[in-house]
Antibody, heavy 121, light 112 residues
């Protein structure tokens, strides 16, 4: 069974940096795009961007370009999402999710459990 | 970005009755090269990760009850729950994947 396991909840102050992770297992990690999806408290889903681990091809959604960095380490089957300077408005649950058709951008067929990031002074 | 707009934002339906959720995209999601519709539907229950219900506009995922169905083409799509059950109370999202994915704002389904 495909699994995406995310790193644990984080609490940080504004201005701090942060990197969260998502580890895939039980499938060929390099052959499927993975995306990061933000869900702010009580709000909907927003795709921040997607990455193809085989060659680190990245597509950012316009709202998130320059705000976060997505990366991958295919040697250990992990995708990352990082911030250089957090803001209170980054408080949200962040999901990683696999795009379910090999090699192409498609629907999200498997989801991580979510990582709650809280930014507060 | 392709903008996805759902309607209504919320609806209350009696148990056993039909629930219909609409989703409109700002441009066509139909691929002329393979005639596929790049549209998915998800269900999210409180405190849970989203769950894929339907892909390619009308293909139900394995294990999804057949009371859930998807239809539509071009820019207008519909998710129908034919006979609402208590366990269907959730927020439903549409999503396009014609380009970098974007979601609709969600529709909350409750019991009347």
């Amino acid at each position: 069974e495909v699994q995406l396991v995310q790193s644990g909840a984080e609490v940080h102050k504004p201005g701090e940096s942060l990197k969260i992770s998502c580890k895939g297992s039980a499938y060929n990690f390099t052959e499927y795009w993975i995306g990061w999806v933000r869900q702010m408290p009580g709000k909907g889903l927003e795709c921040m961007g997607i990455i193809y681990p085989a060659d680190s091809d990245i597509r950012y959604s316009p709202s998130f370009e320059g705000q976060v960095t997505i990366s991958a380490d295919k040697s250990i089957n992990i995708v990352y999402l990082q911030w250089s300077s957090l803001k209170a408005s980054d408080t949200a649950i962040y999901y990683c999710a696999r795009l379910g058709v090999r090699g192409v951008i498609s629907h999200f067929d498997s989801w991580g459990q979510g990582t709650l990031v809280t930014v507060s002074s | 970005d392709i903008v996805m707009t759902q309607s209504p934002d919320s609806l209350a339906v009696s148990l056993g009755e039909r629930a219909t959720i609409n989703c409109r995209s700002s441009q066509s999601l139909l691929s002329r090269s393979n005639n596929k519709r790049f549209l998915a539907w998800y269900q999210q229950k409180p405190g849970q990760s989203p769950k894929l219900l339907i892909s390619w506009a009308s293909t139900r995922e394995s294990g999804v009850p057949d009371r859930f169905s998807g239809s539509g083409s071009g820019t207008d799509f519909t998710l129908t729950i034919s006979s609402l059950q208590a366990e269907d109370v959730a927020v439903y999202f549409c999503q396009q994947y014609y380009y970098t994915p974007t979601f609709g704002q969600g529709t909350r389904v409750e019991i009347k």
